[in-house]
C-alpha cells in the first residue's frame, strides 16, 4: 500500500491478556516509531527503529512492552499482562532517514 | 520539565484572525524542529518543518529562536479549516531518530 498500515484498528481485551499490534511501514523507509496518544494528550515516544535495530527504547513503560521489527520492514509492538492504564490509541510512523514522519491511522487499545 | 512544551489552549478566534502558537524545548541542543497537524480521532501530519531563518507557506510562518529555545508558528487570515491541534516536534542531537511531540495546542476558528 502507499501508506503505513497498522492492524487491528480497534482491539479490546481484558485486563492480563497479551496482545500484539502490527505496523506496515512505508516501503523502503528505514526509520519506523512507535508512540501512544491517551485521550486529550500528545504523543508519547515509545521506541525507535533504524532497520532492525532499536537504538532508542527509552519511552517503553515498562517491561511489559516489546518491539521487533524484522526484515526492516514490519513491526510489533507487544504488550504482555494488560492492565487499564495501557488503553490508548497505538500510533505506529516510518520515515526515510531526516524526512518527515508518515503515520499509520493507529490502533485504539481498550482493556476492560 | 517536559522536554517540549506548548499552550494546550483551547485559542478560540474568529474567521480572518491571525493566531500564534509558542512551543518551549529544554534541550540546548536540539537539532530539527517540525510543526504536525492533528484533526481529530487522526493521525498527525506535517504541516511545515522550522528552519533557522524562519520559513513561511502561504498563510503559516514558523520561526525559531535558539537563544531562548522556542517555536512559533503563526497563522494569518485563519479559515475554519485550521481548526485542529497543533503539535511542535523537536529532533534532539545525536540522536537523530528520537522525535519529541509536544502536547499540542488546539485551535477553534469560528464562523
Known amino acids: 500500500g502507499a501508506g503505513v498500515s497498522q492492524s487491528p484498528s480497534n482491539k479490546v481485551t481484558e485486563k492480563g491478556k497479551d496482545v500484539e499490534l502490527r505496523c506496515d511501514p512505508i516501503?523502503?523507509?528505514?526509520?519506523l516509531y512507535w508512540y501512544r496518544q491517551s485521550l486529550g494528550q500528545g504523543l508519547e515516544f515509545l521506541i525507535y527503529?533504524?532497520?532492525?535495530?532499536?537504538?532508542?527504547k527509552s519511552g517503553l513503560p515498562s517491561d511489559r512492552f516489546s518491539a521487533e521489527r524484522t526484515g526492516g520492514s514490519v513491526s510489533t509492538l507487544t504488550i504482555q499482562r494488560t492492565q487499564q492504564e495501557d488503553s490508548a490509541v497505538y500510533l505506529c510512523a516510518s520515515s526515510l532517514s531526516g524526512s518527515p514522519l508518515h503515520f499509520g491511522n493507529g490502533t485504539r487499545l481498550t482493556v476492560t | 520539565r517536559k522536554e517540549v512544551e506548548q499552550d494546550p489552549g483551547p485559542f478560540n478566534v474568529p474567521e480572518g484572525a491571525t493566531v500564534a502558537f509558542n512551543c518551549t524545548y529544554s534541550n540546548s541542543a536540539s537539532q530539527s524542529f517540525f510543526w504536525y497537524r492533528q484533526d481529530c480521532r487522526k493521525e498527525p501530519k506535517l504541516l511545515m518543518s522550522v528552519y533557522s531563518s524562519g520559513n513561511e507557506d502561504g498563510r503559516f510562518t514558523a520561526q525559531l529562536n535558539r537563544a531562548s529555545q522556542y517555536i512559533s508558528l503563526l497563522i494569518r487570515d485563519s479559515k475554519l479549516s485550521d481548526s485542529a491541534t497543533y503539535l511542535c516536534v523537536v529532533t534532539l542531537s545525536g540522536n537523530t531518530g528520537k522525535l519529541i511531540f509536544g502536547q499540542g495546542t488546539t485551535l477553534q476558528v469560528k464562523p
Open positions: 516501503s523502503g523507509h528505514t526509520a
Open positions: 527503529f533504524q532497520g532492525n535495530s532499536a537504538p532508542d
